[in-house]
């Protein structure tokens, strides 16, 4: 199974602040990455697929880079509806595996 | 409107039997291929199970392999999670969500709000 090591596991970060999280993983999965936006009593929503592009209706504050098993997701000029946990998860093989979350408090 | 809503889940005791459904509206259900993904309470997203498009092709996490089995009817436009064997660490909201593909590229691009399971006694 491809293990996934999200860092850090939670910060905290103010308004207008440019935060970024990191994810690992344990062999190279080309750019078959994404990232997930999850907050309290919701479900997951998609940011970011194929490493680097953004999905549909998320706003351009949001981006990701990153190729073969180091990966990045940043969040720039933060805004309180920011709050959330975010997960990085690859698809490149079954099982399609999950960062643990970073939890980011605005 | 382009959705995912899930039903089924509810109280089962240690080594009972729960069937999950997920009703899908608003798009081509039959092109896409469908997961569910699970999440204990105060924990991450765990994927558990993957199934084509054609219903042929279907995958499982470990942990569940065995005891949860995917189906899907695509004249029901639904996709299914028959639960055998529950053990307290299934306990968790089960969520249903679309593999979109971009470029082979594939990501859950979209999500149901989510159908809680409780095993206990």
């Known amino acids: 199974d491809i293990q996934m090591t999200q860092s850090p596991s939670s910060l905290s970060a103010s308004v207008g602040d440019r935060v970024s999280i990191t994810c690992h993983t344990s062999?190279?999965?080309?750019?078959?990455l994404n990232w997930y936006q999850q907050k309290p009593g919701q479900a997951p929503n998609l940011l970011i697929y194929?490493?680097?592009s953004l999905q549909s209706g998320v706003p351009s504050r949001f981006s990701g880079t990153g190729s073969g098993t180091d990966f990045t997701l940043t969040i720039s000029s933060l805004q309180f509806g920011d709050s959330a946990t975010y997960y990085c998860?690859?698809?490149?093989?079954?099982?399609?595996?999950f960062g643990q979350g970073t939890k980011l408090e605005i | 409107e382009v959705q995912l809503v899930e039903s089924g889940g509810g109280l089962v005791q240690p080594g009972g039997s729960l069937r999950l459904s997920c009703a899908a509206s608003?798009?081509?259900?039959?092109?896409?291929?469908m997961n569910w993904v699970r999440q204990a309470p105060g924990m991450g997203l765990h994927w558990i199970s993957y199934?084509?498009?054609?219903?042929?092709?279907?995958f499982y996490a470990d942990s569940v392999k065995g005891r949860l089995t995917i189906s899907r009817d695509n004249a029901r436009n639904s996709v299914y999670l028959q639960m055998n064997s529950l053990r307290a660490e299934d306990t968790a909201i089960y969520y249903c969500?679309?593999?979109?593909?971009?470029?082979?590229?594939?990501?859950?691009?979209?999500w149901g709000r989510g159908t809680l399971v409780v095993v206990s006694s």
């Open positions: 194929a490493a680097s």
């Open positions: 199934i084509n498009s054609g219903g042929d092709n279907i």
């Open positions: 062999q190279s999965i080309s750019t078959y």
């Open positions: 969500a679309r593999f979109g593909r971009d470029g082979g590229r594939l990501q859950f691009d979209l």
């Open positions: 998860q690859q698809s490149y093989a079954s099982p399609y595996t």
């Open positions: 608003g798009f081509t259900f039959s092109n896409y291929e």
